[in-house]
């Protein structure tokens, strides 16, 4: 747990060796003989995850794709070993947000020295530049989320600015990779915030903290060190361009691919094209002239639900968005829990899905395996972990309550 959160940006597939060992672990309690009760949130959890990666599995069967397709909808499904690791062995929070602050004071570390001291354009890891940045800001919100459990643990001089540092590399790293999809998305992540945390803070602290937002906002987008300043201007002049009738930019692009793979999915519904089909189909449509060349030089949509509707129809887009809404509703119930662990955790797991679906708007994040390992295993870390705590809140409850139990 502690490697999935600290190492995954900053090793060559590091985020494989967090997800291996529990994967590893998982199939080891297996074969331990302790019992392990699923509740009905629990099925649906799993079973979300589990229908996700049998729907691509189909994709696979139906159109005849080929093994090497099958790579990483498994992964969705190996990934439910992790939560039956986490519940018969529950792990020490405090080696999961430790892990998640090291990945952010890593990362963002990292993504410094490559701007300042290599003079890369786009800081980057060893992902493609959009996932690292992506995955980068995922870890800063997520260290957020555990603010509210660093506060009532007896170091908390200790947690509280160590996770807040981390939050700040994470979002950093973000900044200066240019990676502009996870920052569309900053709005949602407040909101989840502050339905979390909101009520702790008097209405002068509130208007102060979105005074000092906005400030460091101001402040980042006005230093050219960072970059940010030219990624905006460059998506506003690229919107311009299309609105002029120039396809050939990052968002024209993803507009012309948007409209490509919309028109495919209305010409196969039920179950799509298959991954298999996709890019021939997309040519042919640039034969007929209903869909601009440009497309022919991508695999995906650059959209996560235009891409599953077309690939693989409504099936696909119900089993995506189940993946996103089942576990968003299921957290959410916890962020208003009186227990801080319970409402970090639910936090956290908030966070996971929403993050996601910001990412999808503008890039095919299960088209890489960085993408699938990191929500499918961070998933049922949190909601393991969630589980647990809450079989501890019904412990004390039970003990210092027995009217209750």
């Not at 509740?39 to 691509?56: M, S």
């Not at 003079?119 to 957020?144: E, H, K, P």
């Not at 160590?162 to 939050?167: E, K, M, P, V």
């Not at 700040?168 to 569309?184: D, I, P």
Request: glycine share 12%; proline share 3%; aromatic share 12%.
């Amino acid at each position: 747990v502690f490697l999935l959160g600290a190492i995954s940006l900053v090793v060559d597939s590091g985020y494989s060796i967090g997800c291996a060992l529990l994967l590893l672990g998982g199939l080891y309690s297996l074969f331990v003989r302790k019992k392990l009760v699923l509740t009905r949130e629990d099925w649906l959890v799993i079973g979300v995850l589990l229908a996700f990666g049998l729907v691509n599995i189909l994709d696979v069967a139906l159109h005849q794709a080929g093994s090497r397709y099958l790579d990483k909808p498994v992964r969705f499904i190996l990934a439910a070993f992790a939560f039956v690791l986490v519940r018969k062995y529950p792990p020490r929070l405090s080696w999961l947000w430790a892990g998640l602050a090291v990945g952010g004071i890593l990362t963002g570390g990292w993504s410094f020295y490559q701007k300042l001291f290599l003079n890369i354009d786009r800081a980057g890891g060893f992902t493609f530049v959009i996932q690292y940045g992506n995955i980068s800001m995922l870890t800063g919100f997520l260290c957020l989320a555990g603010l509210a459990w660093a506060h009532v643990q007896p170091q908390r001089k200790i947690w509280v600015p160590f996770l807040l540092i981390g939050a700040a590399g994470g979002m950093m790293s973000s900044l200066l990779s240019g990676s502009r999809g996870g920052w569309v998305g900053l709005p949602l992540v407040f909101l989840v915030l502050y339905r979390a945390y909101g009520d702790f803070f008097s209405t002068r602290w509130k208007v102060l903290g979105l005074g000092l937002l906005m400030a460091a906002a101001a402040l980042v987008y006005s230093a050219p060190q960072l970059g940010v300043q030219g990624r905006v201007l460059l998506a506003i002049n690229d919107i311009k361009m299309y609105s002029q009738g120039e396809s050939v930019s990052s968002l024209g692009a993803r507009f012309e691919m948007w409209k490509g793979a919309s028109q495919l999915f209305l010409q196969k519904p039920v179950f799509g094209w298959g991954s298999i089909n996709y890019e021939p189909a997309m040519q042919e449509l640039v034969k007929q002239g209903k869909a601009h060349p440009i497309v022919s030089d991508f695999g995906h949509a650059h959209n996560e639900f235009i891409d599953n509707a077309a690939k693989r129809g409504m099936i696909g887009l119900l089993s995506l968005l189940a993946l996103y809404l089942v576990p968003l509703r299921l957290f959410s119930a916890g962020l208003r829990s009186p227990d801080m662990t319970l409402r970090s955790l639910a936090t956290a797991g908030t966070l996971l899905p929403v993050a996601y679906i910001d990412f999808g708007l503008s890039q095919v994040f299960f088209a890489h395996n960085s993408g699938v390992m990191i929500y499918a295993f961070w998933l049922m870390v949190l909601w393991g972990c969630y589980r647990n705590a809450q079989d501890g809140r019904s412990n004390r409850l039970a003990t210092t309550h027995p009217g209750v139990a």
